[in-house]
């Protein structure tokens, strides 16, 4: 057991000289742009999942010529909708200038320029044909559903994740075979080397062990890079991304990886080092033999 131990650890030291910084920081660049990509998904998704929890519709009034009771009671009347709530326009303006930075502006105007408005709840597969219905009444000036475009965020999300997998495995291909070269030229330059361990009774298994490992360390320290470069990124960009949310008086900022993604993100890059590395040597180690 101690000789086994022994020749690893003497193969994993000289599978590490063998890591190309060039290739561990393609590895890295590649990965991040998948990696990255999930992650500010991942956070758009929290939010829009908040947002769409309860569809709602928004039906502003026209203080003109607006019947109050009459909507009200044509809106308690419709089967599709579950629940109403009426807001009138002087309870609207003190919501709004509770949001940071609005209160000032709120003041400078001088009157209330918001309308009465009902918030209605319906059932999602309800909720674009009962707009439409809710326009057509007397009295109303606009209908707004609030959720439609939290929806269409979560949609855009879901296709951005398949396009993000998409991504994934055409790097992963490349990376693969980025790997498989590096490998081959490590081969082709210790020809002699290996030829001569042949004659002396060296199995394949043994010559190879020092590039599988070449292989998976060369992944691995890939996909730390990859995620030093998000982590990086979003650094950057949220420093840009605050300045926007606090003038809405929000707290929102990009996630970086849950601790099971980003170990997933580095395992997956030593799979990739791992797997190039072995369909090298299958290939280019077997067809070396000493003459």
């Known amino acids: 057991m101690n000789a086994w131990l022994r020749h690893h650890a003497h193969a994993l030291g000289r599978a590490w000289r063998r890591v190309g910084l060039l290739n561990v920081l393609v590895i890295g660049v590649a990965l991040a742009l998948p990696a990255g990509g999930y992650a500010l998904i991942e956070s758009l998704r929290a939010v829009s999942g908040r947002l769409a929890l309860d569809p709602q519709i928004s039906v502003f009034l026209d203080p003109k010529r607006a019947d109050t009771e009459s909507i009200a009671s044509a809106l308690k009347r419709d089967g599709r909708i579950s629940r109403v709530r009426f807001v009138p326009r002087d309870q609207a303006l003190k919501e709004l200038g509770s949001v940071q930075g609005l209160s000032d502006l709120i003041v400078a105007l001088g009157r209330n320029p918001l309308p009465d408005v009902f918030v209605v709840t319906a059932r999602e597969e309800t909720i674009e044909p009962l707009a439409a219905d809710l326009a057509k009444l007397p009295g109303v000036a606009r209908v707004q559903a609030d959720s439609l475009w939290a929806r269409r965020l979560a949609s855009i999300a879901r296709v951005g994740r398949v396009g993000l997998w998409l991504l994934a ?33 060296a199995t394949d298994a043994f010559i190879g062990r020092p590039f599988y490992y070449a292989g998976l360390l060369q992944g691995l320290a890939g996909g730390v890079v990859a995620l030093l470069v998000v982590a990086g990124s979003l650094v950057l960009l949220n420093r840009e991304v605050r300045a926007l949310s606090e003038s809405y008086g929000s707290d929102f900022r990009f996630g970086f990886l849950a601790p099971g993604d980003a170990l997933a993100v580095v395992l997956f890059a030593g799979l990739l080092g791992w797997l190039g590395a072995h369909l090298s040597v299958r290939r280019h180690l077997r067809a070396i033999e000493p003459s």
């Open 169 to 201: 495995g055409l790097l992963g291909v490349a990376l693969v075979a980025v790997t498989f070269n590096t490998i081959r030229l490590q081969i082709l330059t210790q020809r002699d080397e290996i030829e001569v361990s042949k004659l002396i009774g």
